[in-house]
């Protein structure tokens, strides 16, 4: 098995929630800058199409790229990589800005701010970000050992993500009051201070290089695929779920277009806070091996995703999502640990760049199946997500490799 070199000027316990602050900083500064996205968009003469372009754009960046930067942080250690996606991040929304600002003052013609948004926002932004999540849980797979501190790291790493879901469009939201660039040249300033702080608090000797070439994972590796598949699911499910909620709020709930942009927020917001309470809280103390944190993630997530489909007022809908949240919140921590258990040192890299980029895609497919589903009938998107998540539910229940030998460590 491949030796890991371990210079760590760091300890483990100080070193993963630094880690973990770069994903809070890349969650927090592409949040922050959602709010604005679609007032922009309509004035800088981008169409709702052309703009889902753009997120689709920066979504396949991270599915692409995942992998490679995971096993280029076993070969360059994850200090330097880290700090290459927050500054490579930081670039790219600091160009959006600056286009963004010429196309308001018309001083670009008019294809050109949307083909620079592309570039910016999208592609170089997308291929920076991607760095980062399977980065950290490359690192926290090589400093943690055993199932319970697996799961504790992980654990970590989701409430950062989560954290910053909460956090991001709710700073966005506060700036915007003073227009609608301000979010948009803050976001950037925020990944440079978290840049400058991994730079001095996590020293170079603290990444861990690995003495061999990394090793890839095919997707369809049998220690691995059933994790993926219920990641996949998990994900796709409330990504379906939020890309309409707009929609429903206004249909159902009978929310005016005035407040449906509070009230989308709000019920959000319920289930960002229970990604961050139930991992803080619950998971970290729990110590449960991964397949039972997977099997009760899902069944939690189907009763949220029930409520949804049942909802009849804005407070049940934020129960729902809330469940959901909490759901996620137990099931992803699982999903990360236990192939990461199953994966060799030299693996490792490979092995988080294959779960990053499958939540990625969960973001390319949700709104387009959400919306697609939506279109068919306002209930089918929910029902639809109830039948994928009981269908989960029963496989993790019955399918003996996802519980295996998933719980231990290889070594």
């Not at 753009?54 to 360059?76: C, E, I, K, N, Q």
């Not at 966005?172 to 660039?181: K, P, R």
């Not at 921590?333 to 939540?359: D, F, I, Y």
Request: hydrophobic letters at 55%; proline letters at 5%.
């Amino acid at each position: 098995m491949t030796k890991a070199k371990h210079h760590s000027a760091v300890p483990a316990a100080r070193s993963i929630p630094l880690v973990c602050a770069a994903v809070f900083g890349l969650m927090t500064g592409q949040q922050m800058v959602n709010p604005v996205l679609a007032p922009l968009a309509r004035e800088l003469g981008i169409t709702e199409l052309a703009l889902g372009l753009v997120m689709a754009v920066g979504a396949s960046g991270v599915v692409f790229a995942s992998g490679f930067w995971a096993r280029r942080a076993l070969v360059w250690g994850h200090r330097p990589v880290l700090l290459i996606s927050l500054l490579g991040a930081a670039s790219g929304l600091a160009v959006f800005a600056v286009v963004a600002q010429l196309g308001l003052d018309h001083a670009l013609p008019a294809p050109l701010p949307f083909t620079l948004v592309v570039l910016s926002r999208g592609l170089l932004f997308g291929l920076a970000w991607a760095a980062a999540p399977a980065t950290a849980q490359s690192y926290i797979a090589r400093t943690t050992t055993g199932s319970a501190e697996r799961v504790r790291g992980m654990s970590m790493f989701g409430a950062a993500q989560g954290l910053g879901l909460a956090v991001g469009p709710a700073v966005g939201g506060v700036l915007s009051a003073g227009g609608l660039l301000l979010p948009m040249y803050m976001a950037p300033v925020v990944l440079l201070l978290i840049a400058a702080v991994l730079l001095f608090a996590l020293p170079g000797g603290s990444s861990q290089v690995s003495d061999a070439a990394p090793a890839r994972v095919r997707i369809l590796d049998r220690r691995i695929w059933p994790f993926l598949l219920i990641g996949f699911g998990l994900y796709l499910s409330i990504t379906v779920v939020l890309m309409t909620l707009g929609f429903l709020l206004q249909d159902r709930v009978h929310v005016s277009e005035a407040q449906v942009g509070l009230q989308t927020g709000l019920v959000t917001l319920a289930g960002a806070a229970f990604i961050v309470i139930v991992q803080i809280l619950i998971v970290r103390r729990l110590a449960w091996p991964p397949h039972r944190l997977i099997r009760i993630g899902c069944l939690v997530m189907l009763g949220g995703t029930i409520t949804v489909a049942l909802a009849s007022t804005a407070l049940w809908l934020a129960l729902g999502v809330a469940l959901m949240g909490a759901g996620l919140g137990f099931g992803m921590p699982g999903v990360s640990a236990a192939p990461s258990l199953r994966a060799s040192a030299a693996e490792q890299g490979s092995v988080a760049g294959l779960v990053t980029a499958t939540v990625a895609v969960t973001f390319v497919l949700g709104p387009l199946v959400g919306d697609g589903l939506y279109e068919v009938g306002s209930s089918a998107p929910y029902i639809a997500c109830v039948v994928l998540l009981a269908g989960l539910s029963l496989f993790a229940f019955s399918y003996r490799g996802v519980r295996g030998n998933a719980d231990s460590s290889v070594g």
